[in-house]
């Protein structure tokens, strides 16, 4: 895609690893003021070289390879000074309670916070956006609607992209005859080297012979699709932009079995070493709901599943009482002063880990709705009832991207935005972009970020 690059986070580790490099072999030289001799510097890469491969999954979850469109400039040096926190946090658990390696560097690793954040830092915002081509292509967008204008805006007021969008076409108000007329002269007038189209647009359609002609007689001339330059963008798939034959092309049930495979082992392993490890909190969560107002433990609720199949869900109980089909549309239960608390830290979801080991729910996937819900939504919201075609999730692509998650309500726009995610998961799922998602998910807790 003309818009990033996908050797972008490879050249991002390969940096981060060259300047946690040189980050300690400076470290050493200001312990000491003194150039530190080959010995001294060895012996202390071979450890630190342990621990660069964890900072490394650190960065990862902080976000530092996802792509720099979703990390604003101005929060950098806040998510890189956290980063460098917890890392050197780990560094001193690692050579004071494992004492192999014979280095204890206690003020080494106060010096190397100060220095691998600098050279991180400078590595990250300058010498990077350096090596980025600094050279704009003018670019045509033939399409309507307010996604466009949203791609619009993305694309000029972040210098990031080689891109910038000299002229915009709205295909719906444009008389399709004339519509080659236009399209030829902006070309012309506006040097323009990119077009960005809808494709599947009915205005669109006899065009694009014609377009796809100029592209190959043009070396200068490139025609993208426009709904595929926005997903690439956003990571979520344009619905206006979207039909049937996409979802043919895109979206398929069909087996992946090395793929099922290693999802399922994920969710058995990490449920159950999950399961485990949460039952510490059980205890105080049943004797917290208890004080509050004396009612029961557990709710157990309907949901709707893979194939629309019903599934029970069990989850700590929040709320004043249990919403159970179509009572979800009417409710008007009110969440407990414990029940709070629960959501914020996510500890109410604890006891579904063991839907997740019976293999009613993943780890990984679009959330479980209410069938109430899933109803109204089916109505309302173009292509919904495809994301019931895996097996639903704990957490999944919408939960960590969209911010306007819709929760124990009936939001139709707030669920078009949610979909759109889905789809893009739907459409991109793997083991790696699952282990992703429980990273960032890890990450959102910790940090008591979404709802």
Known sequence: MIVKSKKEPIVLLFGDLLFFTGALWLTLFFRRFELPSMDVFYNHLIPFSFLFLVWVLVFAIAGLYAKQTTLLKNKLTEVILKAQVANIGIAAIFFFFIPYFGITPKTTLFIYLGVSSVFIYIWRVYLFSQIRSRRKNAALVIGSGDEVDELIAEINKNPKYPLRFVAAIDVEIVDPLLLEKEIFGIIERGRVSVVVVDTNHENVLPLLPILYDLSLLQVKLS???LGNMYEDIFDRVP????????????ISASPKPVYDFLKRFMDIILSLLGGVLSLVFYPFVILAIKLDDGGSVFIFQERVG?????????????????????EVLKSKHVVTRVGKVLRKFRIDELPQ???????????????????????????????????HAIIPGLTGWAQVRHKEDPHHGTDVEATKDKISYDLHYLKERSFLLDIYIVLQTIKIVITRNGS
């Open 306 to 326: 893979r194939n629309n199949r019903l599934i029970n869900i069990v989850k700590f109980r929040t709320m004043s009482g249990s919403d159970k089909g179509d």
């Open 223 to 225: 025609v993208v699709d």
């Open 353 to 387: 880990l063991s839907n997740v080991l019976f293999g009613d729910l993943s780890l990984v996937g679009p959330r479980p709705e209410l069938p109430a819900l899933v109803s109204a939504y089916n109505r309302e919201v173009p292509y919904y009832n495809v994301r």
């Open 239 to 250: 619905l206006s932009f979207l039909r049937h034959t996409w979802l043919l092309e895109n």
